[in-house]
């Protein structure tokens, strides 16, 4: 007999239950996105070892392209909706969040590359 490694528990975050400034990711390493059920999702592996998933959001992915690369470490806080005020989703609200991308040596850090496939807890038995 023999066991096949699957993906562990991932955490979701519904934003719309969210409260302004709660931080959602804490410390993450950005894995990387993958396309999910519901469309883009954003990965990351926190310093506990588990795994967040953040759900495609407009503001949010402009954020991640702009700004963070694989095996970047950083937070994401959810800062609540704003009304958009051009563009064509005018007069729609969108989600908003902040991002801190550690800039700093990580010496203390281990920096194994991290990867999708390495993403999830082995819960092989």
């Keep these: 007999m023999a066991f ?8 979701y975050f519904k934003y719309s239950e969210c409260e302004k400034g709660q931080k959602l990711v804490d410390q993450g390493t950005f894995i990387g996105s993958e396309e ?10 926190g310093k506990d ?13 402009w954020l991640l392209d702009e700004h963070v690369n694989t095996n970047d470490l950083v937070n994401v806080y959810y800062e609540g909706k704003e009304m958009l ?6 007069g729609k609200e ?9 800039d700093g ?13 390495s993403a999830t807890d082995d819960i092989s038995l």
Excluded: I
Excluded at 94 to 102: G, I, K, N, P
Excluded at 105 to 117: C, E, K, Q
């Design 85 to 90: 005020l051009k563009g064509p989703m005018k």
């Design 36 to 45: 999910g059920k519901f469309g883009v999702q954003h990965l990351f592996k």
């Design 49 to 61: 070892g588990s795994t967040t998933v953040l759900n495609s959001a407009g503001h949010l992915n």
């Design 4 to 11: 096949v490694k699957v993906s562990g528990a991932r955490k």
């Design 105 to 117: 040596p990580r010496s203390n850090v281990d920096n194994t590359p991290v990867t999708l496939a």
């Design 94 to 102: 969108a989600h908003r969040f902040e991002l801190e991308v550690d």
